[in-house]
């Protein structure tokens, strides 16, 4: 004598089948979500990068042309000092031993 539904297994078969289906479906949805951020990041950073290049030039150079503006004035600057202070070195002989 037998315990088993008969349609037990029918009703597993068909559950074990809805898992799947699930599962498939999320599968599908993972990879849609990531493509979408794959080409979403893709997008961003070409666009960052064009608006790098394509940016106003006072915009991108500034910060790097105004030390380097200031560093050369001021370089002028000790050696115009340093020039009009020139004499003639000491006389390494005279210095003590």
Not at 1 to 30: N, Q, T
Not at 40 to 56: D, F, H, N, S, T
Not at 67 to 95: C, F, H, M, N, V
Request: aromatic share 12%; with cysteine.
């Amino acid at each position: 004598m037998s315990y088993v539904d008969p349609h037990a297994w029918e009703a597993l078969s068909g559950e074990l089948a809805d898992a799947l289906f699930h599962l498939c479906w999320l599968f599908v949805g993972g990879l849609i979500a990531m493509g979408a951020c794959w080409y979403g990041g893709l997008a961003a950073m070409q666009a960052y990068v064009e608006w790098q290049r394509a940016g106003p030039p006072e915009r991108r150079h500034q910060r790097r042309d105004r030390p380097a503006r200031e560093a050369k004035r001021g370089i002028r600057e000790i050696e115009a000092y340093l020039g009009a202070r020139a004499t003639q070195p000491p006389d390494p002989k005279s210095w003590p031993h």
